[in-house]
């Protein structure tokens, strides 16, 4: 096990200073007072009332009955981590930023994960975007890249974002369903909102169910800007990719996940950064010069578009390791503020509509969580740059500022604190020129809804493009409103009108003739219907490698949890070898047996048994290994629940090594697929060998048993 102690980011300080440990220390009141009993309230009497005198009683409940913030409107459920950021290829040409200038320096970052739509204790494995926030705690200030799991958005401008989250919220009416798009409000505002429908493509695809947080990658979703020292700005779209790739499961798999085990993303964060498998993203960097603005046959400020990685591809400059997990939750990941307003020189806004209204939401809504203006002082907030300014007082303020001036300009400080020069570090927005008419409209250049959807799907694998298929015959299988269903078909046509099709057969609508225009009740209400009819571009076929997953995979083995289920006594010889193969390749083999505490393999040797049969699940593991040996035949099966694990094993398309009775092993199984021809081992996609199992295990899953089920 790696130290995950006195990583770089100790250097963070402050955090340590405020933590406490109760090592050899009496209890105490909140005044420090020592509590001698803290078993029972102060009473009349053995028998007799509570005295209202008891401030040791009331100073516990009251602080009691304050513990909760409110949880924020989206992305409540969040997991966070430490870590540092370290450069390894200079952006000097297009930024002064020095964390993307100094080559070797090590930036400490906080950086938190999140469902949206769920409340915080939610599940973790909802279908929906994953929020990826990163705090740098710069020298130059704290920069916040406050980003998704997929690199566009459900909508353009900030105005319709409150519309957007009630509509996927629980209805407000009977409040259900929890953490989950499938229901009624939701497709009613996507079927009448085209622009959302490519960020729903995504949503209905597989990166909305990740194997893991570890496993995601991040987009900074806008276009920003870089601005060097000569102020010349450059676009730029920002990229997390993960060293583990891209994985995902399946969503039957979800659904058991999430009953089985709800804080599976959370746990799996923080026992791999327990057991030093620091989980590592390089960050890379699309660049577009400014005189490109307008090549493209899309916007750069519609947060609902990407730039194809075929067109500018990404280039990789530094890497992010999380390597401590936070020492409270409450202190860190629940009190962190993210904002996308907070920049540091050398990086700047652009005039996207959708992150305009977000530069105000951020403090706003920390406002109404964390209570006070002065949540930047709470210490995973504070920047490693002393604050100096001339903002004072407020509930709960921490620093003492010492002296008699609050105002600048001022003589009796010196002028102090004074404005810093730009050579010498001090903001300075990018000096875009605007010119322009005050008006409320959306650009013509927005218009056209359906290319990206489009360029989406067709960029899936067959597979890729079922499970899309699939996940919208269940959403909209679970909305009751028959014209919904009809107009979400509608929009579908204009996507791909064999894929809506394919939804419609199982919904109960008919495919329309045409796909009619489509609706757009999101225009303001005297536009003219010409002005916001849909701009389709794009040549039907076109397609970009780097929005599938699978056409990506890699690192499919490493820090993977195999369960290796045995009755004891198996050869002791198997057991080493595929431990040794593993542990090798970075995977993680864990007995599973029927009852906890130690088994024997044939040689005696004794092992201590990870998790049980009823205590743990298929779903909570990569792969399955079936020992052999006199205890673990075929005789094994008649475990109901060692049955169960190798179905939903073999029906999640996972991994599966079979070392003994293989050839009767089939038929005990009953599987469904073989009723009518008997099929062998390696026509099922399972291995007899370790290093068979080794191979199954690197390509994630055998995605072609799918076409069996
Ligand atoms: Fe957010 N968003 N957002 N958002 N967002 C919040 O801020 C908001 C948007 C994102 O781990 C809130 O502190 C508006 C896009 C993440 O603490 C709130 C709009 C993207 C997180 C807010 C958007 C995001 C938030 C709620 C449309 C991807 C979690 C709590 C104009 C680029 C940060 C909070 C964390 C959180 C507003 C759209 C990402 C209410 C108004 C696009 C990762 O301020």
Request: proline share 5%.
């Amino acid at each position: 096990m790696k130290d995950s102690k006195n990583q770089p980011n100790q250097k963070l300080g402050d955090l340590e200073k405020n933590t406490l440990k109760n090592e050899n220390k009496a209890m105490t009141t909140d005044q420090g007072l020592k509590i001698n009993d803290d078993q029972n309230s102060l009473k009349a009497g053995e028998r007799g009332p509570s005295l209202l005198e008891d401030f040791i009683l009331r100073e516990k409940i009251t602080h009691f009955d304050h513990e909760r913030i409110p949880e924020r409107i989206v992305h409540a459920r969040g997991s966070g981590a430490h870590g540092v950021f370290k450069l390894h290829t200079s952006l000097s040409k297009y930024t002064k930023a020095k964390i993307f200038t100094e080559v070797g320096k090590e930036t400490p970052v906080f950086t938190r994960f999140s469902t949206v739509a769920g409340s915080k204790g939610s599940t973790d494995l909802a279908r929906d975007v994953r929020g990826f926030a990163v705090k740098f705690y710069t020298d130059e200030g704290n920069y916040d890249l406050v980003g998704n799991n997929m690199p566009v958005f459900f909508i353009q401008d900030a105005m319709k974002f409150p519309d957007l989250v009630h509509a996927v919220k629980p209805e407000p009416h009977n409040e259900v369903p929890q953490a989950a798009s499938a229901h009624d409000t939701f497709w009613d505002f996507i079927s009448l909102m085209p622009e959302s429908l490519h960020m729903t493509m995504w949503a209905m695809s597989d990166r909305a169910i990740p194997r893991s947080l570890r496993m995601m990658e991040g987009f900074g979703v806008h276009t920003f800007r870089l601005v060097n020292e000569e102020n010349e700005s450059t676009f730029v779209k920002f990229h997390w990719k993960p060293k583990l790739g891209v994985h995902s499961v399946l969503w039957d798999e979800a659904q058991k996940i999430s009953g089985k085990d709800s804080d599976f993303h959370k746990k799996d964060l923080w026992n791999a950064i327990e057991e030093g498998d620091f989980p590592e993203w390089d960050l890379g960097v699309q660049l577009i010069p400014e005189e490109d603005e307008h090549k493209f046959d899309f916007d750069l400020l519609d947060a609902t578009k990407l730039v194809p990685e075929s067109e500018v591809p990404v280039q990789l400059v530094g890497t992010m390791t999380l390597n401590r997990n936070p020492a409270n939750f409450f202190a860190e990941t629940e009190q962190v503020a993210f904002h996308p307003g907070h920049l540091i020189p050398g990086i700047d806004f652009t005039n996207d509509p959708l992150l305009q209204g977000r530069l105000f939401s951020y403090t706003d809504t920390q406002l109404s969580r964390l209570g006070s203006p002065n949540f930047h002082e709470i210490p995973i907030n504070r920047s490693i740059n002393p604050v100096r300014n001339n903002q004072r007082d407020g509930h709960m303020r921490q620093q003492i500022n010492e002296g008699a001036s609050s105002y600048h300009p001022n003589t009796i400080a010196d002028g102090c604190p004074f404005q810093a020069m730009m050579k010498d570090g001090g903001f300075h927005s990018h000096e875009e020129r605007i010119d322009g008419n005050k008006i409320r409209t959306r650009s013509r250049s927005f218009m056209d809804h359906f290319s990206q959807a489009r360029l989406f799907f067709n960029s899936q694998t067959k597979t890729e493009q079922q499970h899309i298929i699939n996940a919208l015959q269940f959403e909209l299988s679970k909305v009751t409103r028959p014209h919904i269903r009809e107009n979400m078909v509608n929009q579908l046509t204009h996507i791909d009108r064999k894929m809506a099709q394919e939804v419609a057969e199982v919904i109960g609508v008919d495919l329309p003739e045409k796909g009619t225009e489509p609706v757009n009740e999101g225009k303001p209400a005297d536009a003219d219907q010409e002005h916001y009819a849909s701009i389709v571009k794009d040549p039907k076929t076109r397609s970009d490698d780097a929005l599938s997953i699978i056409k990506n995979l890699k690192n499919a083995v490493k820090t993977r949890k195999i369960a290796y289920i045995s009755m004891g006594n198996h050869p002791a010889e198997e057991f080493n070898d595929l431990d040794q193969k593993l542990k090798a390749a970075g995977a993680k083999l864990k007995v599973v047996s029927s009852k906890l505490g130690k088994i024997k393999d044939d040689a005696g040797n004794e092992m201590e048994i990870s998790e049980t049969l009823f205590n743990t699940d298929a779903v909570l593991y990569d792969g399955l290994i079936l020992a052999s040996g006199k205890m673990n035949g075929t005789e094994l099966l008649s475990h109901g629940k060692v049955k169960a694990f190798v179905m939903e094993t073999f029906n999640h398309c996972k991994p599966m090594l079979v070392l003994s009775d293989a050839d009767t092993f089939i038929e005990e199984l009953g599987l469904p697929c073989c009723k009518k021809k008997r099929k062998t081992l390696s026509e099922l996609f399972i291995d007899n060998t370790g290093d068979g199992f080794l191979s199954s295990l690197s390509k994630h899953r055998h995605w072609e048993r799918e076409k069996l089920l």
